[in-house]
């Protein structure tokens, strides 16, 4: 059965991967995803409104993101949005669609993201670090039996042990996906 000193410590360790593995998917690895556009803001119909939610984005090959509005109208909308955001992508309008090619990236860029990707998982193993020390000094406080208390330390570093692996594990990933090249 599981304290629930040791079960707050793991929610907050939890948390610390989670933010991790959020902000390795917003470094963008020349791989086109939908992701990297979907949440830009365009000006539609007087307001302001997601890519996602006025038009369909799809991905046809690696190096090509593909804008297709609902209303043709919002391609000129789209265009402007994607340029307006400034993530280094220049989109061209084709027809009835917005084409977005991703650029080629170079050896340096890579590099600068996986330098990126480090100071995210270093950002991460210290919110895990904080979670344990948290953990640490309410179990202090709890003035449990000593046999308790010593027992419940150990689960708390193996939950600590766990998190971190799994951040290393992700960085390595990460770093991987950036480092190939196409």
Not at 18 to 38: C, L, Q, S, Y
Not at 122 to 143: I, N, P, Q
Request: hydrophobic content about 35%; proline content about 4%; overall charge neutral.
């Amino acid at each position: 059965m599981s304290h629930e000193i040791v079960s707050t410590t793991e929610k907050k360790m939890n948390k610390a991967v989670e933010h991790t593995m959020h902000e390795f998917d917003n470094i963008h690895t020349g791989k086109a995803t939908p992701t990297m556009v979907e949440n830009i803001t365009v000006d539609a119909y007087g307001s302001n409104m997601r890519i996602k939610d006025c038009a369909a984005i799809s991905t046809p090959d690696s190096r090509m993101i593909v804008i297709q509005p609902w209303d043709k109208g919002l391609l000129q909308a789209v265009s402007k949005g994607i340029q307006i955001a400034n993530i280094g992508l220049n989109p061209a309008v084709d027809g009835t669609l917005v084409r977005v090619p991703l650029p080629e990236m170079s050896r340096e860029r890579r590099a600068e993201f996986v330098k990126v990707a480090q100071r995210y998982a270093e950002d991460g193993k210290v919110g895990v670090r904080k979670a344990r020390h948290d953990g640490l000094d309410t179990l202090k406080k709890a003035k449990l039996p000593e046999d308790e208390s010593k027992r419940l330390e150990k689960e708390i570093q193996q939950l600590t042990d766990k998190a971190i692996t799994s951040i290393i594990d992700h960085l390595a990933s990460k770093e991987k996906d950036l480092l190939e090249v196409n």
